[in-house]
């Protein structure tokens, strides 16, 4: 089985980060994409709600796709939320080749992660387009040197719409140019503080929910 990791604070979850996942399963020809809410993730500052209503959501966002499935073995876990160590426990469970999705800036930081080089022999990386960072500021990540910076133009450029590389370890990383959509868990957040709309930015059934809940307010 092909199994795809969108993990995030889901904060709440929108159609930015649904839309990628499923043009990504259907590309790479991914069977399951698991969402994985966060717990206490280390490198976000920002206020969170609490983990039970971002699951709660998460689960009504994917409800109407057999494909999307949510975990909770990060919500559970007590302390702090590390990628590396849901990566192994995923494996334990489910036996199968594992793709890790995360955008450009996250990818940027995978240096500060915890046993960030454990990751790359665990799992494939999918690394997917997000504005305003460009594929050729990978060129700076250690993890790429090898890369030629004239591919990640072309991806920048859309002359490419993908690119695969082999790892040494056989591990894939995947550069993938998918629909931006401009929506953000942010400023989702500030529209409802101000009392602006929040509709066609994220489901009808999570809308209704953070309606019933008074959430983010």
Do not use: C
């Not at 983990?51 to 975990?71: G, I």
């Not at 868990?185 to 008074?214: A, C």
């Amino acid at each position: 089985m092909k199994l795809a990791i969108m993990g995030g604070t889901f904060n709440p979850v929108h159609f930015g980060h649904l839309r990628p996942a499923e043009e990504i399963r259907e590309r790479l020809k991914l069977d399951k994409v698991l969402f994985i809410p966060s717990a206490r993730p280390p490198h976000k500052d920002s206020e969170i709600i609490e983990p039970f209503h971002r699951l709660e959501m998460t689960r009504l966002a994917v409800k109407s796709n057999p494909h999307f499935d949510v975990s909770t073995i990060e919500v559970m876990r007590e302390g702090k939320s590390y990628s590396v160590r849901t990566v192994e426990e995923l494996l334990e469970k489910y036996r199968a080749e594992l793709f890790f999705l995360v955008g450009i800036d996250a990818f940027l930081e995978i240096p500060t992660w915890r046993e960030a080089e454990r990751l790359f022999a665990l799992t494939n990386l999918v690394i997917l387009l997000r504005p305003p960072y460009l594929f050729q500021s990978l060129s700076q990540s250690p993890y790429l040197k090898s890369i030629s910076k004239s591919v990640l133009s072309e991806l920048d450029q859309g002359i490419k719409q993908g690119y695969r590389k082999v790892s040494e370890n056989g591990k894939s990383i995947y550069f993938e140019r998918i629909t931006f959509l401009d929506i953000s868990s942010t400023s989702i957040r500030r529209n409802l503080k101000t009392g602006k709309s929040i509709k066609y930015l994220l489901p009808d059934s999570v809308e209704s929910y953070i309606m019933t809940h008074g959430l983010y307010r």
